[in-house]
């Protein structure tokens, strides 16, 4: 209907698949400090239901993906040669 706002919907569990398919992925691009990292921002409340939907806003505040990735990658700079093409393939969204 008209107006209406469709919230897309996933659970901690389906996040934390994502999250390991990207940790595999970018490992030898981020190192141990960007694993680290993206560890330290992971979190599962006590009270959370692991398997209950919840709006991707509220998932992303606890199961960093994506852009939290890419973030790491601009930590580097584009100076950084080893990580030059893929931070510009993600700017360009190739990846």
């Given at each position: 209907?008209?107006?209406?706002?469709?919230?897309?919907?996933?659970?901690?569990?389906?996040?934390?698949?994502?999250?390991?398919?990207?940790?595999?992925?970018?490992?030898?691009?981020?190192?141990?400090?960007?694993?680290?990292?993206?560890?330290?921002?992971?979190?599962?409340?006590?009270?959370?239901?692991?398997?209950?939907?919840?709006?991707?806003?509220?998932?992303?505040?606890?199961?960093?993906?994506?852009?939290?990735?890419?973030?790491?990658?601009c930590r580097f700079g584009p100076n950084d040669p080893t990580n030059?093409?893929?931070?510009?393939?993600?700017?360009?969204?190739?990846?």
């Amino acid at each position: 209907m008209k107006g209406e706002m469709t919230m897309v919907k996933m659970t901690y569990n389906e996040a934390m698949l994502i999250q390991r398919a990207q940790m595999a992925y970018y490992r030898q691009r981020i190192g141990r400090v960007g694993c680290k990292a993206i560890h330290k921002g992971t979190m599962c409340p006590e009270h959370l239901n692991p398997n209950e939907l919840l709006d991707v806003v509220e998932i992303n505040k606890i199961v960093p993906r994506g852009a939290d990735f890419e973030n790491l990658f601009c930590r580097f700079g584009p100076n950084d040669p080893t990580n030059y093409d893929l931070h510009n393939a993600i700017r360009r969204g190739l990846l």
